[in-house]
């Protein structure tokens, strides 16, 4: 199975799994969703933006590679604050004031809480416009740590093994 299969598949049992899940839930609860055309264009943009965050401290992460194999703990320790910061373990609002404080100034809430914020409206035009202040301040920061790191790296590339 060559890997555009493999993602398929993975797709597939993944949507067999969750959908199930999703329409219990939507029973159980019955939630409404009337986001107004603002909150629509903000989330399709924030959606993108949290994309390309992710994308480059992601990427950062892979670069750690070329100073040391062992990044296994770096990405835990990664995934760990992004769950909790991001309001992917619970909603933000379930935190401390601190937590929440601390969220807001880190890349994880931008890149998971925001854009859901944006379409379910829970967020003024103020709100809405900061967060994507507050997403282009990320992806920029994040495309010059890449840039740099990568200047670095590269230098130091050697095989492993070799």
Known sequence: ???????????????????????????????????????????????????????????????????????AAIYELFFAFEWFLSGRIAPLALFPEWVRTLADWLPFRWTFGFPIEALIGQLSVAGLIGGLAMQAFWILLGLELVILVWRSAVPRYTAVGG
Request: overall charge positive; proline content about 4%.
């Open 1 to 71: 199975m060559n890997c555009r299969q493999c993602c398929c598949v993975h797709f597939i049992h993944c949507t067999l799994f969750w959908l199930p899940i999703a329409a219990l839930l939507a029973w159980l609860f019955r939630p409404t969703l009337a986001p107004t055309w603002l909150e629509i264009a903000v989330f399709a943009v924030a959606i993108w933006s949290a994309f390309l965050i992710r994308m480059m401290f992601l990427w950062l992460l892979g670069l750690i590679s070329f100073w040391t194999t062992r990044v």
